[in-house]
């Protein structure tokens, strides 16, 4: 099985903290002295950025590092003391200021030699600067090697990545960025998607919509590409043996805006990684809590919430009554386990194993004491796990998240005054979650009378609102002509069933609220939700999913049309779709999907001509079915988007594979602000 794009960054990584040898994974020595025979491993100091620390922090822990050899990890930035006789190790972005500080470090002799890695191709100006500063010290001999890793970019799930670039909606909206400043994002995202690229040694096909920033980062990305795929020299691409399987099996790089679906980045979610993400804003897979002790003191508490805990790998995605009764289910094995244990050592609990009796048969005292170690280590997974869920029951009551939830599930059948009893309802204490629910109902409803829309928005206010946000997306919807696709969204299964499910949901998930009063012991978790165990939000595909099924689908034979020519998805707020959210929009499934994708501009690296290829052959190279696919989007991207589509790439026969990146991993309360100040900035 092919390894996943977080797999590839870790074994990236290991083999630049094995002083760029090849490694066979953590724990396994790749320098020279393992690969002679000896058992201890090239002891060094790493020293990063911060963007470094980040990339490194997302996939790997302390623990990973020290069996890698590494003894301390300190930030370039902080004052450090020497260290003779050990190599360090350096990991940083290419900039001016990092040169400064390297040369710095060399200059004052903090360590014997100097490994250094830089996030990204360090440009020949700076290169040069290096080495004039080394010569001038007279310490060139001490800088052991100089890499370009192409590993800017970071990798919270297997296949999801983010350029970890905060606030770009904002950046390539506000009127006031200079065109030079423009540029320099543009580029810097176009370094990021080649590094992802390099990283999966993957040429694809690109394709992007027209005419906003992915048809640049497009245009940008090719040349790029094109520069190292035509030399015969500086090819990275043909460096390894994975090149012959890349070849084989070339991607679609699917780009895109977006605007071309706001929705998506302010509904309410009912998975668990979805709730956790838009409540406490999981960032380099960590979150903080703050919860109540014994005493009613507010404790603030951080969990890390990686791949490697299975629970978390298999439950993230799940809907969160399931995960929550699944919880309980893996906290009763749990005791009945433990209980099994110390039963076997004569001791109460596992606190008191040091007491085992040691009249016990070596067996049972060998099982006990092999024991310790693992069932330790689950029972801090599971209270982890336990506090997290206890919490969202907390936030899900305070918020009524469960009856937003089923609200915009069915939001193209709202009526208007529905949504104002929700947003007038005291009870729903949250002004954000009103504000939300309102954006939604709006987008669902291209031809809501103004009428209707001033009496919403003076409820808004009268409940606090700040409607800085909302302002902002009328003033795109008016100057763009948008269209929304949520009034119609793509369910599997017929309209009648899925109308039933919803009632099912909101007939019971509306009623956990009430029952989470009694909630006072870890032990009622599984009871309070056992009602909801086989109930399931609707299936639906989002449209950056339809998008991209229509993509590899080989639905590429564009005629490189004009934009904007009534293709008729209306996708959130897609600047470029011409129909209303009504008739000819999503309802009809795959095949508005597929018209907005024939208009889409294509780009192939590998092709003589150079420039869009729509309409030619070249963009049809790969008019068959693809398999792989990598969709990123220009703006922000959630955890709703990556679940939807790994749920659309397992369901597929045969399976496909899809990563899916953005600029940066955002909630509904960020991107929100993020509308909030382009407003304000007139």
Request: hydrophobic share 40%; proline share 3%; net charge negative.
């Amino acid at each position: 099985m092919d390894q996943s794009l977080r797999q590839k960054q870790i074994g990236a990584l290991a083999r630049m903290l094995h002083l760029n040898e090849d490694s066979t994974g953590f724990g396994s020595f790749g320098n020279g002295n393992a690969d002679s025979g000896a058992s201890v491993p090239i002891w060094k100091v790493l020293v990063f950025d911060g963007f470094c620390r980040d990339v490194v922090s997302t996939v790997l822990r302390v623990n990973d590092l020290r069996e890698n050899g590494v003894t301390v990890h300190m930030l370039l930035s902080s004052a450090r003391s020497p260290i003779p006789d050990v190599p360090a190790i350096y990991f940083m972005q290419p900039n001016a200021e990092n040169i400064q500080l390297i040369g710095k470090d060399i200059s004052q002799d903090l360590y014997e030699l100097y490994y250094v890695n830089f996030s990204s191709q360090l440009p020949r100006t700076l290169l040069e600067e290096f080495a004039v500063q080394t010569t001038a010290s007279g310490t060139s001999h001490q800088v052991a090697q100089v890499y370009d890793q192409y590993l800017n970019f970071l990798c919270p799930e297997e296949n999801m990545f983010s350029l970890h670039l905060p606030d770009t909606f904002e950046a390539i909206h506000n009127p006031s960025v200079t065109d030079t400043a423009m540029s320099a994002l543009v580029d810097r995202i176009v370094n990021g998607l080649f590094s992802v690229l390099l990283t999966m040694k993957a040429v694809p096909v690109i394709s992007a919509p027209r005419g906003n920033a992915a048809e640049m980062i497009a245009s940008r990305l090719d040349a790029k590409l094109r520069e190292h795929v035509m030399s015969s020299r500086n090819n990275l691409f043909s460096e390894g043996t994975e090149d012959v399987v890349a070849q084989s099996k070339r991607p679609i790089l699917v780009l895109l805006d977006r605007e071309m679906d706001l929705s998506s980045m302010l509904t309410h979610s009912w998975t668990y990684q979805g709730l956790i993400h838009d409540l406490y804003d999981i960032k380099l897979n960590q979150i903080a809590i703050s919860q109540k002790d014994e005493s009613g003191k507010t404790l603030k508490k951080s969990y890390d919430l990686n791949v490697s805990d299975s629970f978390w790998a298999n439950n993230a995605p799940l809907p969160f009554p399931e995960v929550a009764i699944s919880i309980d289910d893996a906290s009763n094995a749990f005791k009945r386990e433990a209980d099994d244990i110390t039963r076997m050592g004569g001791v109460s609990s596992l606190d008191e194993v040091s007491n085992l009796d040691m009249g016990a048969s070596t067996k049972q005292l060998q099982r006990a004491i092999t024991s310790l170690p693992e069932l330790t280590a689950r029972k801090a997974n599971i209270d982890m796990h336990m506090n997290i869920a206890t919490s969202l029951l907390d936030m899900i009551k305070d918020r009524q998240l469960d009856v937003l939830f089923q609200m915009e599930e069915q939001i193209g059948r709202q009526s208007k005054a529905s949504i104002i009893e929700a947003i007038n309802d005291s009870e729903k204490a949250n002004t954000q979650d009103k504000l939300r629910l309102y954006i939604l109902y709006m987008l669902a409803n291209e031809n809501l009378k103004q009428a209707d829309k001033d009496e919403c928005e003076a409820a808004l206010r009268a409940a606090g609102c700040d409607m800085e946000s909302l302002e902002y997306i009328n003033k795109l919807r008016g100057l763009n002509k948008m269209s929304s696709s949520i009034a119609s969204p793509s369910v599997n299964g017929s309209a009648g069933a899925a109308a039933t499910a919803s009632g099912d949901l909101l007939g019971k998930f509306s009623s956990i609220s009430n029952r989470l009063a009694g909630f006072t012991d870890s032990s009622s978790l599984g009871s309070i939700l056992s009602g909801v165990r086989n109930l399931l939000p609707t299936r639906k595909q989002l449209p950056i999913t339809r998008i991209v099924e229509s993509a590899m689908n080989g639905r590429s034979s564009g005629t490189g049309g004009s934009s904007g020519g009534g293709s008729g998805l209306g996708i959130g707020i897609g600047l470029r779709s011409g129909g209303g959210a009504g008739g000819g929009g999503v309802g009809s499934g795959g095949a508005s999907s597929s018209r907005m994708f024939e208009d889409f501009v294509h780009f192939d690296p590998k092709h003589a001509r150079r420039g869009n290829l729509a309409g030619s052959n070249a963009a049809n190279d790969t008019a068959g079915p693809s398999q792989e696919a990598i969709v990123f989007v220009v703006g922000g991207g959630n955890y709703v988007e990556y679940q939807n589509l790994m749920e659309f790439a397992q369901r597929a026969t045969p399976r496909k594979n899809i990563v899916y990146g953005s600029t940066d991993i955002v909630n509904a309360d960020g991107f929100l602000q993020q509308l909030a100040r382009l407003n304000k900035n007139k």
